[in-house]
């Protein structure tokens, strides 16, 4: 039987390219004729810690500006790969590189490619517990198919990176590899199941990089876009042109520091937010996908809940009313020295593009000093300055981990406080967290105490919900069976999730939710199926319209329900995920379902749907809720993609669709054409646009 203990070097180096390599896929340069520097990989399932069941070689190489990554792999089953665009979802077979250039065990640039050499990139942070995936680096790919299996060169641009000034580098490095059948996972470093992949905690070490340097001081990327869009409203018709130009830029100061600014950034290319139909009396959190306000965006979280967060990015060109206002221009720092990191962005707002009437400036700054191995202390102060009115939030967050405490075992504290402010009534509200977190093999618990006053309106943050002390215990125990012919890959249980909301002043319960979770498994194909008891209440102060037709009263309510979970697996190419709930409901009952479907045709082809039913009913009246999309994607090859989103639900009763078409000439340029069209209940239309958008880059 294989020890657990076993180790293996975990240091390996670079070979310097006498001749930088063609990046076809192809490995036919004597570059990579030499011994592979990694060939052993480990798996971390459904074996953990055996030997990956196919071979994988890894060479490494660099020049100057480049660092050069190829791979053999060797795959005994039919190689599985759908997908083409970039930033792919998962299923396919894939391999995967971690690099860490400061060696702080903490952040790091997750590098992805499938079979196809469609390209997936990831800034992690806080030891992979925040991933930024909508980040797009520049860099290259390509791969292609064998008798044996298949074969990869990635070149990735030193100016794509961030390191510091050194004549000699020795960086945290890391591979993984992906097998969709049987949904295997191995490793080069960390392949404990406690770990994750974008840990770099765990990953090894990479040497030998001497006289690098970062490349490009300047990147510029100028964009032209135009079209039209008309708006129905009362029965007038109003019909806009849009036109712009704008700039965006990026300057490195010095290798550790970072100098970006837009100059009447644009978001048109923007994929739509999906309609979602809220039941809960808590606000919806919906991502950031601007472009400009993605970098850096996790080193700008904080240590409160992700319900509960100071600087919430997409707070910045909204007025008080949510409405959409132009964004004149932004700069945004991100550096380091030595252990300290130190982030700040700030953006000019006003009613009008190119208008400097009524304009406000939102800004926010974050510092966070790296405390023993994995542990951090920070920072963070916000801005909002309309006229003489200036609003803010200022906090400071601790984040303590080890992952060798008692023995073998990972433990991550927690603790976190930010008050809010104005200059008119001085302290607004504050909040304070604590939380303890036990993520390890078999059990994963975690307890958190989040206090928000009622008075606490962070100005550039989102609350889903003030004036409670939120109490959390969540609970999970999973089994990992060995044997490879139990039809099981685990089963798990969850004793006891489940939270309660005390009102700040009088302590007494105004929500809560327990979830006890009898039986969860999941199958070796894949499959997953999952049973959920619950019992939940709610103190209504005042009635509650859920939906057009069904409205709670005042009052006290405790109800229980069940819930059963169904889905077949993302690696396959029909995948489906389901669930039913039946339950009590504010003095009535509510059944509800989601069905989400997904067929990969090819990859030049997929459809999905998505479809949800809530049925409410009591003595006096009832209502029911759906909302459904229908998304289709399709590519030609990997650099034409489209994608159309058509989406409706019962609270709005509009139509809306959304179609992008993207082609990317090569990494770092970008045209797009996208058409937004809504119709309401009457199938009348009340909206139509059409923008053409093109960003080029420039490296100087």
């Known amino acids: 039987m294989l020890s657990l203990t076993l180790v293996f070097a975990q240091v390996v180096s670079a070979t ?46 660099y020049d100057r500006d480049h660092l050069y990554i190829a791979f053999e ?51 992690t942070t806080d030891n992979g517990s925040s991933r930024n995936s909508a980040w797009n680096g520049v860099w290259w790919a390509e791969t292609q198919r064998n008798l044996k299996g298949w074969t990869a060169e990635l070149r990735i641009p030193f100016a794509t990176l961030n390191f510091p000034l050194a004549e000699v580098h020795s960086w945290g490095f890391n591979v993984q590899r992906r097998i969709s059948k049987g949904r295997q996972e191995a490793v080069w470093q960390g392949w404990q199941r406690r770990f994750d992949f974008a840990d770099p905690a765990v990953a090894g070490t990479l040497e030998g990089l001497r006289s690098i340097r970062s490349g490009q001081r300047v990147q510029l990327r100028p964009y032209a876009m135009g079209g039209f869009s008309k708006v129905t409203e009362d029965g007038v018709v109003e019909q806009i042109a849009l036109k712009g130009v704008g700039l965006d830029v990026d300057a490195l100061i010095s290798p550790p520091v970072k100098l970006s600014v837009t100059i009447n950034p644009d978001f048109a290319q923007v994929e739509a937010d999906q309609a979602q139909l809220n039941l809960s009396h808590h606000s919806l959190y919906l991502p950031e996908k601007r472009l400009f306000f993605i970098e850096g965006k996790d080193f700008f979280s904080f240590g409160t809940s992700s319900s509960n967060q100071p600087f919430y990015s997409r707070r910045i060109g909204l007025d008080e009313e949510d409405e959409p206002q132009a964004i004149l221009g932004g700069i945004r720092l991100l550096g380091r020295a030595g252990k300290t990191r130190i982030g700040l962005l700030s953006a000019q707002v006003s009613e009008e593009a190119w208008s400097l009437d009524k304009t406000h400036n939102a800004s926010v700054i974050r510092v966070k000093q790296n405390l023993f191995k994995q542990s951090s202390i920070g920072g963070l102060g916000t801005v909002l300055t309309q006229g003489s009115d200036v609003q803010g939030v200022a906090g400071l967050d601790l984040r303590l981990r080890s992952t ?38 078999n059990w994963d618990a ?43 890959r685990n089963i ?41 008891l619950f019992a939940k209440g709610f103190v209504l ?34 995948g489906l995920y389901t669930y039913i709930e039946e339950a009590q409901y504010f003095g009535g009952r509510r059944t509800s379902g989601r069905l989400w479907v997904q067929w990969k045709a090819s990859p030049n082809f997929r459809v999905s749907s998505s479809n949800g039913l809530y049925w409410m009913r009591n003595d006096d009246s009832s209502a029911l809720g759906r909302d459904h999309n229908l998304r289709l994607r399709s590519s030609l090859n990997r650099a034409w993609h489209g994608s159309l989103l058509g989406q409706w639900n019962s609270a709005s009763e509009n139509t809306l669709v959304n179609l992008r078409l ?22 009348t239309p009340i909206g139509t646009s059409i923008q053409a958008k093109l960003v080029w880059q420039y490296g100087l």
Do not use: C
Not at 100 to 120: S, T, Y
Not at 664 to 673: H, K, N, T, V
């Open 662 to 683: 993207r082609y990317i000439p090569r990494p770092g340029a970008d045209a797009y054409l996208v058409l937004n069209q809504a119709w309401d209940k009457s199938w």
């Open 404 to 441: 060798q405490f008692l023995g073998k075992n990972t433990i991550e504290a927690e603790a976190a406080g930010a008050v809010g402010w104005s200059n008119d009534e001085g302290q607004k509200g504050e909040t304070w967290r604590l939380g303890l977190d036990w993520p390890n093999k």
């Open 73 to 123: 792999v060797i795959q005994a089953s039919p190689v599985r790969a759908y997908y083409l665009e970039p930033d792919f979802s998962r299923g396919d077979d894939t391999i995967a590189v971690l690099i860490d250039p400061w060696k702080d065990r903490r952040n790091g640039f997750l590098f992805e490619i499938n079979a196809n050499g469609a390209r997936k990139d990831v800034l």
């Open 16 to 61: 310097p390219a006498v001749q930088p390599p063609r990046i076809d896929g192809r490995l036919d340069e004597q570059l990579w004729q030499g011994e592979p520097i990694i060939s052993e990989l480990r798996q971390r399932a459904p074996q953990e810690g055996a030997p990956a069941t196919d071979d994988t070689k890894v060479w490494v190489s």
């Open 541 to 574: 102060d005042e009635p509650w319209e859920i939906l057009e037709g069904y409205t709670a009263a005042v009052g006290e309510y405790q109800d229980v329900g069940i819930q059963a979970m169904f889905a077949n697996g993302w690696q396959r190419q029909l």
């Open 446 to 488: 975690g307890l958190m105490w989040e206090r928000i006053s009622a008075d606490y309106e962070p100005a550039l943050g989102f609350t889903a919900l003030t004036g409670v002390d939120r109490l959390r215990l969540d609970t999970h125990y999973t089994h990992h069976y060995k044997n490879l012919k139990h039809p099981l």
């Open 492 to 532: 798990q249980f969850s004793p006891f999730t489940g939270y309660i909301e005390l009102d700040e002043e009088t302590a007494a319960w105004s929500h809560y939710r327990v979830d006890v979770v009898p039986i969860e498994g999941v199958s070796r194909g894949g499959r997953w199926a999952k049973l959920n």
